[in-house]
């Protein structure tokens, strides 16, 4: 079987830059006079509630060049941000990361990479997977949730790697989908991280900040996915699926973003959505950003943060 371990650049944790914003200050107006009188012109159209000159222009939309010159900014300020980026589950080779990325469904990281090293020693080949007795399987990857269904799907595609593929999972996207419970997300992962074939990852960190970047108005992740190819060339796209995923996890969170100190604040539209005091924005910093463990047990020897506690160590 032939494994390609993913592709990581030696690097320590930079600190992320902060953003701070202060409020521009106003002298104040100082009060007309009472003897004098407001002259008024025939060609200034003025607000009889606020006095105020209504000769500002909305800003101008951004075009779609300038957006793509954005975007790729954005993706070389994250490279420096995260030059460790990598895959965030623990594989050995390709099908493992195909059973890991299966189980990540509807649960974290963390805690399939803290159930895959009982089911892998139970099941160390599609072969023997296939032929797993299913409560099983079922209550060794009970934490991961939804077990019976993804018990189902890794007695299948297990299955389908024996019988159609001779054992081997396939490094074509074509293949890869037509094994049960793998769509297009999964086959891009297996692809970008085990065969080295460029795939972009639309996952729902992913989906969530490239909308933010104003990078696409989709909302399915198949358009998703078009709309940023067409914007980074092809060798980019499994690396900058990482980069922004790791971003998504650590500092731009889906409820509250932490703006005040995300690297990239100049270049997003959506500054302000999060919070902006940076004290407080640091605060909201997740995994190695936070000082914390990140989600794999075995991480790549480039990550500056901690290794994750296996399954009831927490």
Request: proline share 11%.
């Amino acid at each position: 079987m032939k494994t390609t371990a993913p592709n990581a650049t030696t690097a320590k944790a930079t600190t992320p830059k902060v953003r701070t914003t202060t409020p521009n200050a106003t002298a104040p107006k100082s009060a007309p006079s009472k003897s004098a009188k407001p002259k008024t012109s025939k060609t200034s159209k003025t607000s009889k509630s606020s006095g105020t000159s209504r000769t500002s222009k909305p800003p101008k939309p951004e075009s779609h060049l300038a957006m793509v010159r954005r975007a790729r900014r954005i993706n070389r300020e994250l490279a420096e941000v995260y030059p460790y980026a990598h895959p965030e589950l623990d594989f050995r080779n390709p099908f493992e990361l195909l059973v890991a990325t299966v189980l990540s469904a509807q649960t974290t990281d963390l805690r399939v990479n803290q159930t895959t090293p009982a089911l892998f020693a139970a099941y160390p080949t599609p072969e023997d997977m296939a032929a797993a007795v299913p409560e099983e399987m079922e209550e060794i990857i009970r934490p991961t949730g939804f077990f019976r269904a993804k018990t189902k799907s890794l007695l299948g595609l297990s299955a389908a790697l024996r019988d159609n593929f001779g054992g081997e999972v396939p490094g074509r996207l074509e293949d890869l989908v037509t094994l049960p419970g793998v769509g297009r997300k999964t086959a891009n992962v297996v692809l970008g991280n085990a065969f080295g074939v460029p795939g972009i990852t639309v996952d729902t960190h992913f989906g969530r900040l490239v909308r933010r970047w104003k990078w696409t108005e989709e909302e399915d992740p198949v358009k998703v996915e078009a709309d940023v190819a067409a914007i980074f060339p092809k060798s980019e796209w499994t690396m900058l699926s990482h980069r922004v995923v790791f971003h998504g996890r650590r500092i731009c969170h889906s409820r509250k973003p932490a703006c005040g100190a995300c690297p990239i604040a100049p270049l997003c539209p959506s500054y302000g959505e999060g919070e902006t005091d940076p004290e407080k924005a640091r605060k909201l910093l997740k995994y190695e950003m936070g000082g914390y463990p990140g989600q794999r047990l075995s991480p790549p020897a480039d990550y500056p943060g901690k290794p994750a506690p296996p399954l009831g160590a927490e």
